[in-house]
């Protein structure tokens, strides 16, 4: 066979030993850089960000990952509650999409080339319409954010009305439209002015909807069927009464779906739990195995020939890279993984185990207030306890900030039981789970038995927990 140019130059830079030097060996630069890696990142991005995970002892050299654990400098291993934001529901590394995606970049597949039709986007785009029959047609993005912008401007163009309704507490992404219509100061503040016609209504009211639609003005509604930020499950009747309200008035339903989508919950769409169709389903993170990143935006066929109505308009919406290879084989071989170990039963079993667990503790800890999620999506809620001492030390470190309390739960379950979880939201109480769906009932005793340990501890005054709170509060006085 004859040597290609490529074949010439890697052939050189690996009997030469310059691939090393290079940067070619992405594990060797990554453990030739352990030691400063921090220091790296501070000088040369996100300095804040190291200050703040050196503060609550996070700094700890993850070096390896696989499935739901993760291991540090130390090789200790840690179990993953936060799977990348959500980003990891079929575990780390899973060899299956890694296979897949090896046999992309081992081909020599068309890639990207514009004037083409995809062929594995297609394939992608076919098997996720079969998940969700009543919708026709699929948009592929780059991110979650990509596609909530998408989502808007297809119900503004297709409806011909400008108003978007979002609730309180969204979280749809921080891109200019997709921050229109999340409700949180901590990520719109000083980013503003924001998109116009954008309105606010109360998660769960249906009447406040009714008002907004009565216009006849609003594009769409759209919503998270389980909110992200504080993990609200919405009322019973909310979800369907809402997508009927939106039909009745000309409106489209959009389930933002991005993190609860594709058996996160423990069903493929979280709106299915309370019998919902939406005209637009928002899906991302899990979509991407891990690896490579995509989102997709479903829709009926409608909706998507009104923007797509001309042929000199056969490219009026598509972003350059979103139906590239390695994410549409990414895709693909997520959906199998998830359909071959049946991640969305597992997720309602281990879910319904870890919710029960919990929600027991709820009668033995004053501090633990509502264990609230479906599937693997839980939180524990803490409110402001009842007894004197711990009422007051509760009291000390919540007004020097709001929600500083679930960091008494984080900060422990990080450094003494080695799971890493996060905080809810903003000025949130909750401490929230969303581990990868394959977690194993030995995961789930690691959990609870964690997660009991660091409550009960936050039930002694004094004790190490509010000494910890103390130097919290301290710490982010000074800062
Ligand atoms: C419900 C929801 N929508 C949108 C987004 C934005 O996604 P991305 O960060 O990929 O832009 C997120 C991210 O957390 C999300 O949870």
Redesign the pocket.
């Known amino acids: 066979m004859q040597e290609t140019a490529t074949d010439r130059v890697e052939k050189t830079l690996l009997t030469t030993g310059a691939g090393n030097a290079h940067g070619l060996d992405m594990s060797a630069l990554f453990a030739r850089h352990e030691s400063d890696c921090y220091e790296r990142y501070g000088r040369y991005s996100n300095e804040q960000l190291v200050r703040m995970l050196k503060m609550v002892g996070y700094d700890v050299g993850f070096c390896r990952d696989e499935g739901q654990y993760l291991y540090d400098r130390n090789g200790t291993r840690y179990l993953d509650l936060l799977s990348g934001?959500?980003v990891f529901a079929i575990g780390r590394n899973h060899p299956a999409v890694r296979a897949a995606l090896t046999s992309v970049l081992d081909s020599d597949l068309p890639n990207l080339i514009q004037m083409d039709a995809p062929r594995l986007a297609a394939i992608l785009a076919e098997r996720l319409l079969k998940e969700v029959p009543y919708l026709d047609k699929v948009v592929f993005a780059n991110?979650?954010?990509?596609a909530?912008e998408a989502a808007m401007k297809f119900a503004r163009a297709s409806t011909g009305r400008p108003d978007v309704i979002y609730c309180d507490h969204a979280?749809?992404?921080?891109?200019y439209g997709?921050l229109s219509i999340t409700d949180d100061e901590s990520f719109r503040g000083g980013f503003g002015p924001f998109l116009p016609e954008c309105m606010r209504i109360p998660f769960n009211d249906l009447s406040a909807l009714e008002n907004a639609l009565q216009g006849g003005d609003v594009a769409a509604f759209i919503v998270?069927p389980i909110q992200?930020k504080g993990v609200n499950v919405p009322a019973a009747d909310f979800l369907k009464g809402a997508a009927d309200l939106c039909r009745r008035h000309g409106a489209l339903f959009i389930a933002?779906e991005?993190?609860t989508g594709l058996g996160r919950t423990g069903r493929f769409l979280a709106v299915e739990h309370w019998n919902v169709e939406p005209d637009i389903v928002?899906l991302?993170?899990t979509l991407s195995g891990g690896y490579i990143p995509v989102?997709a935006v479903l829709m009926r066929k409608q909706i998507f020939d009104k923007i797509f109505d001309r042929m000199d308009r056969a490219m009026v919406a598509l972003s350059t890279f979103a139906e590239n290879n390695l994410a549409m084989a990414a895709g693909i071989a997520t959906l199998e993984v998830l359909a071959a170990e049946r991640l969305a039963e597992k997720a309602a079993r281990t879910g319904e185990r870890l919710m029960r667990a919990f929600s027991a503790m709820r009668a033995r800890y004053e501090l633990v207030h509502e264990v609230r999620g479906k599937g693997l999506m839980i939180a524990i809620d803490f409110a402001r306890p009842r007894s004197f001492d711990l009422r007051t030390e509760w009291d000390l470190i919540e007004t020097a900030r709001e929600g500083l309390f679930g960091q008494v739960i984080t900060i422990p379950l990080f450094a003494d039981h080695k799971i890493l979880c996060q905080v809810a939201g903003t000025n949130s109480h909750a401490v929230k789970f969303l581990p990868p769906l394959t977690i194993s009932e030995s995961d789930c005793e690691w959990i609870i038995k964690s997660v009991e340990a660091v409550i009960a501890a936050s039930h002694r005054v004094p004790g190490a927990a509010w000494s910890l709170a103390r130097t919290l509060v301290s710490n982010y006085v000074r800062t």
């Open positions: 934001f959500g991110s979650g954010g990509e909530v979280f749809h992404g921080v891109s997709a998270e992200g933002d991005i993190q928002l991302s993170k989102s």
